[in-house]
Structure formats: C-alpha cells, structure tokens
C-alpha cells in the first residue's frame, strides 16, 4: 500500500480501571480506513466495537480511561492530542452518529439550532447563512418540508426523522469520515433500509468514509466494503466483505454465521457458539475466542496469536490453525451447514 | 393549552377550599380538646363566664359549624361584620378574621407583614439560586477537584448547621463581635424597601445569608447530582462530538438540561417558605409572616393563626400552578403533549 | 377436522390515551383473528406498533381485549374469572422479551422454578427439587447453581430461566414474546435451538412473536404479518417467504438485510414510517404502499382510500388483506 490510509489504527488499547480491575474493553486493535470506503466493524456485545468508535473521536474521558496506541487522521495522531486539536478535529473532520437517535439529540433544542450550531462551531458564517445551509442538510436526507422541520424539537419526529436529521447534522461540515455506532439498531427493518440507503448515498455524494458499527452482519454484507470483525476487544478478522463470506478464516466468524436465523433460505438446527464471551478483566492468556472455539489446539490455551494474512494479503485473521486447514475445514464442515 | 390552564386553576381553587375546611376543622376541634371556650380565645383568659357567653353569642360560637364555616368562607370573598353596637367592626372583604387582641382584621396583618418576608425570600433565593447551581455545575464539571472537594464539604457543613446556630453567630458577629466585623453595631432591623432602598438591602444582607447558607448547600449538592447525570446522557456524547467547546458542552446542552427540574424546585420552596420564615424573622426579629404565625399561637390568637395558615396554603398552591406553567414552557414535550 | 388448540376470532383493544383535550383512543389491535393448531408454531410478525405484543397479552389474559373471542382448548378465555382461569394456566404460559425484569431479583432460581408446582398444587414424582434440577439441566443451565439469584447469571441464561419456568408444568401452549430480540446473535442462536428441541421433546405449541423475521422464518410452521393492527397476511411458512402476497410482506421481506455476499437484489424501499403515515379509513397500508403509489389507477385507489381490505383466502393455506392481489 504506496499511499496512507484516511484513517490508520494501529495497536489501539482502551482500558477503564474499576474496582473490580481493569477492563480491558479495546485490547490491540488495527485497522485502516481508506477515503471514500465504508468499513464495517462487527461484533457482539461488549467486543469494544462501539468504544473503539468513540476513540477515534477522543470521547472517552481521560480520567476514566488510559487510551494508547495510534489513531492516525490523515496524518494527525488522535490518541494523546490536546483537547482544542481535538475538538476542531470533531465535527468537521470525523463525525459520528449513534444508535438511539431520541436520547441522542437534545430534548430542549429544535432541531434546527442543534443543526446550525454544529456548522457554526466550524465555519465562521452568520446565523442566517448557517440557517439555510441546515435547511439544504435536511432536504438532502430526506426531510419533508425542511424549512418547517427546522423549528421541530427531536420529539416531534418519528425514529426514522430523528436518525436522518442526525445524519443531515453529522454531515453539515461536510467531514472526511463518519462514525456511525449502530445507527439502525432501534430502527424498523424497513426503516433501517431506508437509512441505510441514505447512508450508502450520501456517502457516495460527499466521498465521506464509513465507519459502520453493527452487530448485524446482513447490515455488513449489504452496505461495506471491507469489514473488521471483533470478538472481546480484539480483532479476530478482517477482509474485503465478499471475502469474509466466501471464505471465512476465524473460527469466530464461522460460528457468527452458523448462528443467524435466514429470511431467504430455511435452515435446520442452527450452530451456535457454545458458552459466553470471556470477562474482559480476566481474559484467557491465549486466543480470547479458545474457550467457546471448537477447533482449539495446544498453543491456543497459551499463546496469542497475531492477526496475520489468511489466503490473501488483504484478508487478515487472529488464528493458530494453519491456512490451509482452515480453509479445508471452511470448505468441508461449515460451508456445507450452512 | 388554554383548556389546560383552566383546568389547572380550577383544580388549585379545588385544593385551597380542601385546605380552608381542613384549617377551619382544626381550629374547630381545639376549643373542644383544651376543653376551653372557644370564646377565651377571641377575648383572653380573664373574661368571666356570663361575658364568654355573651361573646359566644355575638360571634356564632354556638350555631351548627357548617354555618360557621359559610360565614367565615363568605366572609373572605364579601367581606363581614364582627359583634354589634359599639363594639361593632367590620372586616373588610378578603376578611380572614378579626383579632380582637390587637383589634385589627387579619388581613391587614397579613399584608403588612408580607413585604418582609418577600424581602426576605427573593433576596435569599437570588443568593442560592446563583450561588448553589453554579457551584454544583462547577462541581459536577470539574469532578473530583479540590474545588468539588471543597464545595462538598462547605455543602455538608451547610446541610448540618441549623439555622438558628449560624444565624445567632452571624447576628452576634455583625452586632457585638470583634470591632473589624461590628458592622451592623447599630442593630439589624427591617427598614421598607420604599422608605430607603440602600438599607433595605444592607439591613436583610445578614438575613439572605443565614436563609440562603443551608439552602445553597441543598442546591449545590442536588445540582452536581442532576449535572453528573447528565454528562452520562446520550445528547451530551453527541455535543461533544460536533466539536463543541468544554464550555458550551456544560453550560449549555448540560445545564439546559437541569434548568427544568431546579426550576420546579425552587417554585415549589419559594412557595413554602414567603408563608414564613419563622425561624430566621424570629432570630432577627423581622416583623414577616413566620413571626406573625409565631406571635399568634404563643398568644393564642387564634384569628391569626388561621389567618396566616390559610395564606401559607394559598402561596403553595400558586407556586404549584406556576411551576407547572414553567415546566410547560422549558420542556416542549410537556408543551405539546397537553 | 379437530378444533385448533388456540382460536382468536376478531379480536380488538382500544386504549384510551391522555385526557382533557387530549384525550383520544388509540386501537392497538384491530380484528385480529388466527388459530394455533397442537404442537404447532405460530409465528406474529411485524414492526413496531403493529399490536403484536398487545395480541399475545391478550391472549394470555396479562391484557383485557376490548372485545372478540380466545378459546383456548375448548374454553372462551374472555372476561373469565382468575379462579376459573387458574387451571388453565398450566397449560397457557409464556415467555418474555425481558428476561431481567420478569424474574423476581430476591427470589433464587429454585425458588422461581418450584413457583409453578406450588400454585398448581403440582407434587412431581421424585419431588419438586429433583424436578427443578432436572428442568434446569433440561435448559441448559447447571442445577447446582439452583441457589443462585438471577442477577448471577447471564441475558441468555436468564431467558433460560423464564423458558424453564413456562415449560415446568408441560403446557400445551408457549406464548413467547420477543424471547430473543435482547440477546447477541451467538445467544439468541443457543437460544433458539432450546426453543425448538424442546417443541421436539414435549410437543408444545408456539405463539411467537418477533420483530426479526428471519428468526420467525426459523422456528414458526404458520405466520401471521400484522400491519397497524390488522393481520395483512396469513400463511403457511414456505408459502409466505418464498412468494409474499401482500405488498406490506414484500417490502418488509425485501428490507431485511442477508449475511451473504451481496448479488443485484430487487430491494422494495418503503417510504415514511408507521409513526407518520397513519391513515383515517380505507387500508392502513396505503399511505406507505408502493403500488398504491404507482401502478394503481385513480379508481382503483379510490377503492383504497374508501374500503378496508378484509383477510381473504388466495390459494389454500395463504390469504391476504388487500384489494389488488
């Protein structure tokens, strides 16, 4: 890869001390995100995708957590950055969206204030200009007579209104990345596809970049181009999307797959993952996935494997189990359950 | 919405009339449990039994009490003669009572002494209103500083020293201490603010700080709570991520977000206490409405002290209807649920 | 042919909502009629404010239906008595979305379990602690974690504890209310396989409502597709997913996203949303319709407008609510 990455990560770490011990909710994770690319981070509950998120903004605070590692944003380092670098860096460069659009927009302000305050914050514009520049914002996701919406307060909406006004509102100074932390969770199906079309759209519009965070890997196949898969903390996997469901190389994915319900096909017994995600204060010493894997081997127990390339250099995997191995297993038992 | 209010007032005139018969019962039942005439409470002890029940007579002691009861209720809306002949006075309307002890109708007590106590109370709720929400905002948003150490510990002292104590310190400080603090060597005493505006407000200064010392410990450390909350909310992250300023983050989205509830709150102590501070006017003697209540039941006035029940009653349920008004303003889902 | 084990016939609930001027009545469901046959999984699917979930409280008797009908195994379940109603309940049970709030956190996993022998006056052979250890093994839980409180276990093993308890009394019906939409995908899976063994082993009857129609496609032999109230759709399982009547089926089929690599697929995009577009009269679906948007003539629409679709049989085993199918 000749030229740097929109957004390069590389061994991030955030870790919250509590007083049950150290909570290690982002443990080594690297990734790239390149210009105009929309990336999916997948992963359960408490895998640290969404606190992972949060870091590439510099959310967390630093009293209540120790972030390390870098976050690079063309060219500028996030992790450790002064707060004024980095405030000017939100907003206008990076800019994120999160999964309860309600409790994430003021109750107290219109929609339209909360709106051109995020332009004002970066453009030196009156407020009138910075009126209209919200009103185009909320016609061009699709708010019905945007000049009426402006005076709305978040409530007035319907959950499909409020995402896409967060959406106009993320958007406004035009940033070079978007966040979006589950942006369709508390949405309807046939919502979330609207929304997620609005997405890709835009996207496609600005020549932002995506982050997409989801727990839902119909919602990744659909929309990324290149996906991250996560599993406590860690990344287990990552690959072009057509890669990552043709040919799987963790163990985690496939049990990820084996799990999932299909609407287009009826399927016997599904194949779950046996037992639960490990504590993140007390991780296994080896391969965080060992203990639910059913393919773990001696140095899984004892030894942490590193993400290294799986059948392709762009196609990355955290597993002990040779290549070639996997690939046969992929090929012989998990593809056919499918 | 203006059926809204109408059915509020109806509803607080519903609640006063409730109170006016509760008031009214109680002072009935006295006379019967101190087994003393009703009587020698309107004359005083030494009246002989022959002029008690004249007394008796002339006042409707001794009819039915629901006609008593109408009579003193119509009475405030039209107004009444109390006895005949010569002793003959009358009361005009509102009248809540006739104190033959002083030979004044209640209601020109009542608003007398009212200014004091206004005074008294709007002067001290500025003080802590200021003082106490800024202090807890300070607090919530530098938390765990020496400066939310501090105003903890200020807070704690403030919530634990009753008011007597700090105001009898105060009060020998300022009148007999050391000769560098004997600023008010002259004694403290209430001067009308339209008799002379500049010691109007030298004069209650002591008297805002004793009323305001423990309540601003109150608000302070409820401030910092519903503020710390609020940095926890989702629309917070979200103001943060537009690259908002530390500043604007706290004190605006966050303390917009308080503004509602301590709002309600100090309407709803504003309306306790301007029916009398009784002991802060006792302590300094201010001639308000807590010492007006305060000299009616050690002189057993009973007139007064009906009289100046009733009135708290009433400036409870005002406080009631108007911060209900105010929550309907500040928070617009209240506003357009109806 | 037999009685069905469960039959709702026209089932309404209205609920009355704020007051004063803003009083106004909300129909939560409306005409909503369905059977559940033995050993059978019905499975309600639709979006938020369907009335999915008002249907299975009423069907439980947790909510009082404005009016219709619920026979249950021969007895109409409207408007009985809970002394009557009681021994109808071992075998009507259900399971909630919230496996948190519907277990008592001061009683122990024993103690929830036995709950359902002691109401009933049910003594097991082998006694009500061996039962409970069995039940708990059954589900996939450790019986000697029996003295344990549900806030020391996790969201799947805590559903594990309400399916246990619904199961403990062999019921012939299992209303399950969301039982999976709060857990993670490798969860929810466990979760589901439980569900579906366990219909295997005792022969019980599923009402299964869900949001998630790939995970309705898994375990339900019927479905019933609600819209606003109303049951748009009705049909067998392959039948319903491999050719969608109704074009609220198709859209909300085609909206569902699919974990495989993507191919060109003919995607219905609805427009608005049900909190939006809530029209007055007519068919409830029109304002969000894509063929009422396009193809239909302006007679045809009027007939939209004007008349509520009724459910009618299109081929045995499918019908649908709308004019134009």
């Known amino acids: 890869m000749a030229d740097e990455p929109l957004l390069r990560v590389r061994d991030l770490s955030v870790h919250f001390p509590t007083p049950d011990g150290l909570v290690r909710s982002v443990d080594g994770l690297s990734f790239d995100v390149r210009a105009g690319e929309i990336l999916g981070v997948v992963g359960e509950s408490g895998s640290g995708k969404s606190v992972a998120g949060k870091a590439i903004l510099g959310l967390h605070e630093p009293g209540q957590s120790v972030t390390t590692g870098e976050i690079r944003y063309a060219g500028r380092q996030v992790v450790g950055a002064a707060e004024e670098e980095l405030r000017q860096l939100r907003g206008s460069e990076i800019a994120m969206i999160f999964q309860d659009p309600l409790s994430s927009l003021h109750p107290y302000f219109t929609i339209g204030d909360q709106l051109s305050e995020a332009y004002r914050v970066h453009n030196r514009v009156s407020r009138k200009a910075a009126r209209a520049r919200a009103v185009e914002m909320l016609t061009l996701v699709g708010i019905p007579a945007a000049a009426r919406s402006y005076g709305a307060y978040p409530h007035e909406f319907s959950g499909g209104m409020r995402q896409r006004a967060m959406i106009a509102m993320a958007l406004i100074c035009d940033p070079g990345l978007l966040i979006a932390d589950e942006p369709t969770t508390a949405l309807d199906v046939t919502v979330q596809a609207q929304i997620l079309q609005l997405i890709w759209d835009l996207s496609q519009e600005f020549g932002s970049a995506v982050v997409l965070i989801t727990h839902d890997l119909g919602v990744v196949a659909e929309t990324c181009d290149r996906v991250v898969v996560m599993y406590a903390g860690r990344c287990l996997e990552q690959a072009d999307v057509v890669d990552l469901f043709e040919r799987p190389m963790s163990p985690y994915t496939w049990g990820l797959l084996g799990s999932i319900p299909r609407i287009d096909e009826t399927r016997g017994d599904l194949a779950p993952i046996a037992g639960q995600p490990p504590s993140l204060i007390d991780l296994p010493p080896g391969c965080s996935f060992e203990p639910r894997c059913g393919f773990a081997f001696g140095s899984c127990t004892s030894e942490r494997p590193e993400l290294s390339a799986a059948g392709s250099e762009d196609h990355l995997a955290r597993c002990h189990l040779p290549v070639p191995d996997r690939q046969e297993i992929w090929r012989t038992q998990i593809a056919p359950a499918l | ?338 | 042919m037999t009685a069905p084990l469960l039959e709702v016939r026209d089932l309404r609930k209205t609920f009355v909502r704020g007051h004063g001027s803003g009083r106004r009545v909300v129909t939560a469901v409306d005409g909503v009629s369905f059977e559940v046959a033995d050993g059978e999984t019905l499975g309600v699917v639709g979006e938020s404010g369907c009335g999915k979930s008002t249907t299975a409280g009423m069907v439980v008797r947790l909510i009082e239906p404005t009016s219709g009908e619920i026979r249950f195994a021969g007895t109409s379940l409207v408007g009985l008595r809970e002394r009557r109603l009681r021994p109808l309940r071992r075998e009507l049970q259900m399971v909630f979305q919230d496996p948190q709030s519907s277990l008592n956190p001061r009683q122990t996993v024993g103690t929830i379990l036995s709950a359902p022998f002691q109401v009933q006056g049910v003594q097991p052979s082998g006694g009500v602690l061996a039962e409970v250890r069995h039940l708990m093994e059954r589900v996939g839980l450790n019986p000697e974690h029996y003295n344990r409180y549900p806030h020391q276990f996790s969201g799947g093993q805590r559903q594990r504890i309400g399916i246990a308890r619904a199961i403990a009394l062999r019921p012939r019906l299992v209303v399950c209310d969301e039982p999976v939409s709060a857990l993670d995908v490798s969860v929810q899976a466990q979760v589901l396989n439980l569900l579906a063994g366990l219909q295997d082993e005792f022969g019980m009857a599923y009402l299964f409502v869900a949001h998630d129609l790939a995970v309705v496609r898994h375990l339900s032999d019927q479905v019933v597709v609600m819209y606003l109230g109303r049951v748009v759709e009705q049909a067998a399982r392959e039948e319903l997913y491999r050719n969608p009547a109704h074009p609220y089926t198709q859209a909300l089929l085609s909206a569902v996203p699919v974990p495989k690599v993507p191919e060109a697929r003919k995607r219905v995009l609805l427009t608005g949303d049900v909190v939006q577009d809530r029209p007055v009269g007519g068919c409830a679906f029109r304002s969000r319709c894509p063929r009422f948007a396009g193809e239909l003539s302006a007679g045809d629409k009027t007939r939209c407008t004007e008349e509520t679709p009724t459910l009618l049989p299109l081929s045995p085993g499918q019908s649908a609510a709308c004019h134009f199918v």
């Not at chain 2, 908002?244 to 509830?261: C, E, F, N, Q, S």
């Open chain 2, 1 to 338: 919405m203006i059926r809204y209010a109408a059915n509020r007032v109806l509803g607080a005139l519903g609640v006063l009339l409730v109170a006016s018969v509760v008031t009214f019962s109680i002072f009935q039942l006295l006379p019967r449990v101190t087994k003393v005439d009703m009587a020698f409470y309107y004359t005083g002890r030494n009246t002989s039994p022959a002029q008690a029940a004249a007394v008796s007579e002339r006042f409707g002691f001794d009819k039915p009490v629901w006609e008593q009861y109408w009579t003193w209720l119509s009475g405030i809306v039209t107004g009444r003669d109390l006895g005949d002949g010569v002793s003959a006075v009358h009361c005009a309307a509102p009248c809540l009572g006739y104190s033959f002890r002083q030979n004044r109708s209640v209601t020109e007590m009542l608003v007398q002494a009212f200014p004091v106590t206004l005074s008294i109370v709007i002067g001290a709720a500025v003080l802590w209103l200021a003082g106490g929400v800024a202090a807890g905002v300070i607090a919530a948003a530098r938390r765990g500083s020496w400066f939310d150490r501090g105003s903890t510990v200020i807070s704690l002292l403030g919530v634990s020293i009753p008011e007597f104590f700090s105001g009898m310190l105060l009060i020998y400080a300022l009148t007999a201490g050391p000769s560098w603090l004997r600023w008010y060597s002259g004694g403290i005493t209430y001067v009308p603010f339209t008799q002379d505006p500049v010691r109007w407000a030298v004069n209650l200064l002591p008297v805002w700080f004793c009323l305001a010392f423990l309540i601003t410990a109150v608000y302070t450390r409820w401030t910092r709570a519903a503020m710390l909350e609020t940095m926890s909310e989702d629309f917070i992250t979200t103001a943060k991520a537009k690259g908002l300023r530390r500043r604007t983050v706290v004190g605006k989205h966050g303390l917009r977000a308080v503004i509602p509830t301590v709002v309600t709150l100090a309407g709803l102590d504003l309306g306790a206490l301007l029916g009398g501070v009784i002991i802060v006017e006792y302590l300094f003697s201010f001639p308000g409405l807590g010492r007006l209540a305060y000299d009616g039941i050690s002189t057993k006035d009973l007139p007064v002290i009906m009289g100046t029940t009733l009135f708290a009653a009433f400036l409870i349920v005002v406080a009631n209807v108007v911060v209900d008004a105010c929550y309907a303003i500040l928070d617009p889902r209240v506003r357009h649920g109806g």
